[in-house]
């Protein structure tokens, strides 16, 4: 039975994490707009490129934390969530015994 | 900076003229391998401490900071001493051993290679706050060079094999307390009702977005730094337990050379410029600009303004009350 608690535990943190990871959906297309754009501004103004760019490349970090939200939930879904779970199920498990 | 550097000048020159130039040379070169030594010393003795304590794995080992001691008896917890608050404070002596050799031996008209840099920081970062933060925080470059200076050369220090302080969220998130702090310090030049009736903007509905909104700002820059500078560390330790595992699938079978990982021999390096070097410059610089955007933004201008005017009438009507 606890075997069984703890394999549905592990794959529900796994499955957790992965949905988290939906998250970079957003970001891959925020980020892929910014850039068309500034080469789109490039093309057009090729003397302010390293503004353009530096400005890009701001912007791109700053969209990119939604993404990094998501995946240190999924870091932590697999990496902390599985032992702080198993003590909790091993607490309870000698308490009901 | 210039004063500084006229009160060295001036202090200088009339100990070197007393001096003969042989033991004058010999003092400032000793005074530099101190230095040197200064900025060398404390990451030394982290690689030390950490070869001390790393308890020996075999496979993939990601995991936080290590915990050196626990202090117990203090009231909320333990204070723990972890290897994040070690790495840091040995990244802010070595930092400080680096301005000091930097700065040593300045003189008024220049042409050393060191006061050429020192000079050129200087001027980079008081044309980088000028630039985005204006004329009214004049001043404010100081504390951005130095949390410029302490991310960056935070994140590069797990290029030498430390554990990067800026991997653990605790340091991120004081970083982005303090800018918080001085967010709402700036807020309140406009007076206390002025900082309350901003929640209430643009009507009072609002009230409880504009609270959470208000505590998004240092919780978000805190995990944007901590979650490039970690997810980089660990996609480097899990691509490099991949290749030893490949290393030892593909060539196990050969005597001597299979004992070697040798697939993990150069491409962990190309992963790491990008990974640590760029990403870790990058969030350092990002970290910067959003501090001093956040600073500068958050201003009160006009009701500066009504606040001064405010009090240049009560100061007057006061002197006329005396008079």
Same mark, same amino acid.
């Given at each position: ?14 499955? /957790? ?10 970001? /891959? ?69 | 900076?210039?004063? $500084? ?11 070197? !003229? ?8 010999? !003092? ?7 230095? %040197?030594? @200064? ?22 080992? %990601? ?12 009231? @909320? ?11 840091? *404070?040995?990244?802010?002596?070595? %930092? ?5 050799? @930097? ?30 933060? &204006? ?27 430390? $554990?990067? +302080? ?8 004081? *970083? ?25 903007? +643009?009507?009072?509905? $609002?009230? +409880? ?43 196990? *079978?050969? +005597? ?9 021999? &150069? ?19 990002? $970290? ?15 009701? *500066? ?8 009438? !009560?100061?007057? !009507? ?6």
């Amino acid at each position: 039975m606890v075997e069984l608690a703890m394999g549905i535990m592990l794959g529900l943190c796994g499955v /957790g994490a992965g949905i988290a990871l939906i998250a970079g959906i957003g970001p /891959g297309i925020g980020e892929g707009q910014a850039v068309a754009a500034a080469c789109e501004a490039i093309g057009r103004q090729p003397e302010a490129k390293s503004d353009v760019t530096s400005t890009m490349i701001m912007g791109c970090a700053i969209a990119e934390t939604t993404g990094l939200y998501g995946l240190i939930i999924g870091i932590l879904l697999i990496f902390v969530a599985p032992g702080i779970f198993s003590g909790v199920l091993k607490e309870t498990v000698l308490a009901l015994k | 900076m210039t004063e $500084f550097k006229g009160e060295k000048g001036a202090r200088s020159s009339p100990a070197s !003229r007393g001096d003969a130039p042989m033991t004058r040379d010999s !003092r400032f070169r000793l005074v530099d391998g101190l230095l %040197i030594a @200064l900025m060398a010393a404390p990451l030394l003795c982290c690689l030390a401490l950490k070869v001390l304590f790393t308890p020996e794995s075999e496979g993939v080992d %990601i995991s936080g900071a290590m915990i050196y001691l626990t202090v117990p008896g203090f009231p @909320l917890q333990d204070l723990v001493i972890t290897e994040s608050q070690i790495n840091s *404070w040995a990244i802010m002596l070595s %930092i400080l051993g680096l301005c000091l050799y @930097l700065t040593h031996g300045l003189t008024e008209k220049g042409g050393t290679k060191r006061q050429l840099i020192a000079e050129w920081i200087v001027e980079k970062c008081e044309g980088l706050v000028s630039a985005n933060m &204006g004329e009214r925080f004049a001043g404010y470059e100081y504390l951005i060079a130095a949390i410029m200076a302490l991310s960056a050369l935070s994140s590069l220090s797990c290029l030498i094999g430390l $554990f990067a +302080p800026t991997g653990d969220v605790n340091v991120t998130a004081g *970083w982005a307390i303090l800018v918080f702090a001085l967010v709402t310090y700036t807020k309140l030049q406009g007076g206390f009702l002025n900082y309350l009736k901003g929640f209430t903007e +643009p009507i009072p509905v $609002f009230t +409880p977005m504009n609270f959470i909104s208000e505590f998004s700002l240092p919780v978000s820059m805190a995990f944007r730094h901590y979650g490039n500078v970690m997810s980089g560390a660990v996609i480097s330790a899990l691509i490099g337990a991949a290749l030893r595992g490949l290393s030892k699938t593909l060539l196990g *079978w050969i +005597p001597v050379i299979g004992q070697i990982p040798l697939l993990q021999i &150069g491409l962990p390096a190309i992963l790491s410029i990008y990974f640590d070097v760029f990403s870790g410059l990058m969030q350092a610089f990002i $970290f910067a600009m959003l501090t001093m955007l956040n600073v500068s933004g958050s201003f009160p201008q006009e009701a *500066w303004e009504k606040r001064q005017e405010r009090k240049a009438i !009560r100061k007057q !009507r006061a002197a006329l009350a005396k008079a």
